[in-house]
């Protein structure tokens, strides 16, 4: 790790105070950590719970939304290591629930660690509307993450609607959409296969215990319970929620999204990705060929950025960075780190849609030696085609609620409207465009048919459907 100067680290908290204050962020944790799990640099921004004045620690819990992915897959990767499974087994091998129906090409395992089973995005099967609709409660003395009967009611749904899929973005394994269920199925092959009669007790048993992350968890009680929890702040409707309610939006299957932790542990966790393997306490979890598996890039995500198995990809200069970031109603969180550089950086935040991932980035410049200030892409002059604005344009509906338009303007130019959002959708290469804003370009890629027709795009990390009645 390069040396962290007095400048590069009053140019970092500028940049998070700014960030903060166009966000409405209420509270903010940074930390860095080096090979050896020694803190090079923390700081805390903001409150934990803005209205009582009470300031973030090492120890506030805050959720980490869609950074659970990554400790799945190391789940997933453990139990290939021990020889109870293959990434290369197909899903339905040990999800009875799941027949695969629909598609030529079975889904295997390692299809669903990097997000390429196929799937268009679907609504998300939710904690608290599944617990209600069986009559069931969450309690400190019957959790639901250790329940049976929600488990296996989970699996069900989120199953069973796959399988009901008749479009799909492609065949297993030809391109990403960014799929919660099927890391939903990861966590309940985890459930299912291990021994252990549940994720949240596997992860305990072969993850956060022997690594000391005695702060983490997947509960959603407990840590509403908890005093040091972070109050979790989200924006519906034009007015601010505030509240610990950690089963707002929760993915019924806990693979996906489910962690919970702290500044503390999470640096803990980054550390034990730059050793390998090994936590900072000594303890190996998985081998030093699981974890290079994990961070090789599989699928492309946008141009620069690709996905592993539960772990993003990217160059910074010579060095290569690894990272996940997670966003939920209250939650936005980013874990990075590079081997090369010697350094893991870990932003948590209690507020729902705030861009920590750019203060993450700026960290790990600073660690590898970088100007603060990165210089943003450099896309070609290009116009598009007939032929392309003629079949891009369109109406794209996800089923996780999000749809976007694509019609072309007086000038001939495309504009994408997002949610009723307009912007200009910029030509970069045949196919695809992109967004430019202020932290990161948006790109999106219009995929066609066997009859070169488009019947899909992806925006950002999903492929949305093209709707029908635009392909008629």
């Known amino acids: 790790m390069k040396k962290l100067t007095d400048h590069g680290l009053r140019q970092l908290e500028e940049l998070t105070e700014k960030i903060m204050e166009d966000s409405e962020a209420r509270g903010i944790a940074i930390g860095i950590v080096n090979e050896k799990g020694e803190i090079q640099y923390e700081k805390y921004f903001g409150r934990r719970d803005a209205e009582k004045k009470l300031p973030v620690n090492r120890d506030t819990i805050f959720g980490m939304a869609s950074v659970t992915k990554s400790i799945t897959s190391l789940a997933i990767m453990q139990m290939q290591m021990e020889g109870i499974l293959s990434v290369e087994d197909p899903v339905r091998d040990y999800i009875p629930e799941f027949s695969n129906k629909g598609q030529k090409d079975l889904v295997r395992i390692w299809h669903l660690l990097c997000h390429s089973g196929g799937f268009f995005p679907l609504p998300r099967i939710v904690v608290d509307e599944t617990a209600r609709e069986m009559g069931i409660e969450d309690s400190l003395d019957e959790e639901l993450i250790y329940r049976k009967d929600f488990a296996d009611e989970g699996i069900r749904r989120v199953a069973g609607r796959l399988d009901n899929q008749t479009r799909f973005t492609g065949r297993p394994g030809q391109r990403l959409s960014y799929c919660n269920d099927g890391f939903g199925l990861l966590s309940d092959i985890v459930r299912r296969h291990s021994d252990c009669d549940s994720f949240g007790e596997y992860l305990d048993k072969h993850i956060l215990k022997p690594l000391d992350m005695t702060r ?257």
């Open 216 to 472: 983490s968890n997947i509960s959603f009680i407990r840590n509403s319970l908890d005093e040091n929890a972070a109050v979790l702040y989200t924006k519906e409707n034009g007015r601010w929620r505030a509240d610990k309610d950690f089963q707002n939006n929760a993915f019924v299957l806990h693979g996906g999204g489910g962690l919970k932790s702290t500044l503390g542990d999470m640096m803990k966790y980054a550390a034990m990705y730059l050793n390998q393997g090994r936590g900072q306490n000594g303890n190996r979890i998985i081998d030093k060929y699981s974890i290079e598996e994990m961070c090789k890039p599989r699928q492309v995500m946008k141009p620069g950025l690709y996905y592993g198995y539960g772990l993003e990809s990217s160059q910074m200069g010579d060095i290569t960075v690894i990272e996940h970031g997670g966003s939920l109603p209250g939650v936005s969180s980013n874990f990075s780190f590079s081997p090369q550089a010697e350094a893991g950086v870990v932003v948590l935040c209690n507020t729902m849609d705030v861009p920590v991932y750019a203060i993450g980035e700026a960290a790990m410049r600073l660690c590898c030696g970088f100007p603060f200030d990165r210089e943003r892409p450099v896309h070609q002059e290009r116009r598009w085609t007939g032929e392309e604005k003629k079949q891009i344009a369109g109406t794209y509906i996800s089923g996780e609620g999000d749809r976007f338009t694509v019609k072309e303007d007086k000038d001939g130019e495309l504009l994408l409207t997002l949610n009723g959002t307009e912007a200009k959708l910029k030509s970069v290469a045949p196919w695809q465009g992109c967004v430019c804003k202020k932290y990161a370009d948006v790109y999106l890629t219009a995929f066609r048919d066997e009859n070169d027709k488009v019947f899909c795009a992806q925006y950002g990390s999903r492929v949305f459907p093209k709707t029908m009645s635009e392909e008629e």
